[in-house]
C-alpha cells in the first residue's frame, strides 16, 4: 500500500448537487410545532379540482402495494444524505384512477405546512407517502405518521406530516415558496431561491 | 408536552436590525390568527429551518417569516395585523394625518 493514498478514491463517489455537504446525522428541521396525529383519525385526501375527493384511511393506506426505496435527499440548507431507505405507497398508486386536468399539486400537512409541485413530479416512480424509515416507524420530528417523499427535488418538498394534496390548474405556491424560496426546487440546477 | 424546538423573538433582534431602521425589539404585533397584541419578543421562533418562523404564543399562528440568501431578504408579515412601535415623544412628529 502506498502512503498518502488512503480510504475510496473520490471518484467513487456519484457527485453531489452544487452547493451541498454530506452529512451521516439526519437533522431536524421544522417551521412550528410537531403535530400528534393518531393513526385511528390520519387520513390522505386528493382533492381534485373539481371538488372531488379520493380518502386513505391509515390502514387503507397499509392495504396498498408498498414499495421501499433507496434514495440520497438534499436539503436546501446544504445538507445531503445518501441511501437513505423508506417504505411508502407510490403517488402512482394513490393518483390511479384520479381523473383531473390539472398540472400542479399543493401538497398540505396537519400543522398548516404547504408546498407546491408539478403533478409530473408525483409520477414516474418518483414519489411516496413514505411511512416508514430504516425499517421502523418514522418518527413524528422527521414528519411521522406518514410524509411526501420527492427525492429529486429539494427536501422543503418533501411535505413533513402530509394530509394530503390538492390538484390544481395553475402552480399556487406554498409556505416557503411564498416567502422567497424556489417555485420547483431542483437541487441539481441549485434553484434554492425565487429566480435561481 | 412541552415543545422546546423554539426560541424566543429576542433572537429576531439582529435579523430583523438588517433590514428596518427602527428597533423591533420593542415593538409589539397583532395575531393576524387570534387577535392578541404581544411584544415581539414573546413571539416563539423555529430557526431549525429554510427561514425564521415567528409564532405567537396564544395560538402558534405563524406571524412572521424572514428568508435570507446571500443577496437578497425575505419578509413575510401577512399574520401579523400590525406591528406598533414605540416612537420618542422628544421627537417632531407629524401629527394625525
Known amino acids: 500500500m502506498s502512503p498518502g493514498f488512503q480510504g475510496r478514491p473520490r471518484s467513487a463517489e456519484p457527485a453531489l448537487p452544487p452547493g451541498q455537504y454530506l452529512t451521516q446525522d ?5 417551521a412550528g410545532p410537531t403535530p400528534k396525529v393518531p393513526l385511528d383519525t390520519w387520513e390522505f385526501v ?15 393506506l397499509m392495504a396498498l402495494p408498498q414499495e421501499t426505496p433507496t434514495v440520497d435527499i438534499h436539503c436546501v440548507t ?8 423508506w417504505q411508502g405507497v407510490s403517488l402512482d398508486t394513490l393518483l390511479d384512477g384520479v381523473d383531473t386536468g390539472a398540472h400542479y399539486v399543493q401538497a398540505h400537512s396537519y ?5 407546491n409541485l408539478p403533478l409530473d413530479d408525483l409520477r414516474g416512480g418518483r414519489a411516496w407517502v413514505a411511512h416508514t424509515f430504516e425499517g421502523a416507524p418514522l418518527p413524528a420530528e422527521h414528519g411521522g405518521p406518514a410524509r411526501l417523499l420527492v427525492p429529486h427535488l429539494y427536501f422543503w418538498k418533501s411535505a413533513k406530516w402530509v394530509r394530503g394534496i390538492r390538484l390544481t ?8 415558496e411564498t416567502a422567497g424560496y424556489h417555485d420547483y426546487g431542483d437541487p441539481w440546477r441549485e434553484q434554492r431561491y425565487q429566480g435561481d | 408536552m412541552t415543545d422546546m424546538s423554539y426560541l424566543d ?11 428596518f431602521a427602527v428597533d423591533l425589539s420593542t415593538a409589539s404585533g397583532r395575531c393576524e390568527n387570534c387577535g392578541m397584541l404581544g411584544p415581539m419578543a414573546g413571539l416563539r421562533v423555529y430557526s431549525h429551518a429554510p427561514g425564521l418562523v415567528g409564532r405567537c404564543p396564544n395560538c402558534s399562528g405563524v406571524m412572521l417569516r424572514l428568508v435570507r440568501s446571500p443577496d437578497r431578504a425575505w419578509l413575510d408579515l401577512r399574520g401579523s ?9 422628544d421627537q417632531p412628529h407629524p401629527g394625525p394625518l
Open chain 2, 9 to 19: 423573538g429576542n433572537m429576531l433582534d439582529g435579523p430583523l436590525r438588517e433590514l
Open chain 2, 81 to 89: 395585523t400590525y406591528l406598533q412601535v414605540p416612537m420618542p415623544l
Open chain 1, 169 to 176: 390548474p395553475t402552480d399556487e405556491p406554498g409556505f416557503w
Open chain 1, 78 to 85: 446544504r445538507w445531503s444524505k445518501r441511501d437513505t431507505t
Open chain 1, 26 to 30: 439526519f437533522p431536524v428541521l421544522s
Open chain 1, 46 to 60: 386528493i382533492t381534485t379540482e373539481t371538488g372531488a375527493e379520493y380518502r386513505w384511511s391509515w390502514d387503507e
Open chain 1, 111 to 115: 400543522g398548516g405546512y404547504t408546498t
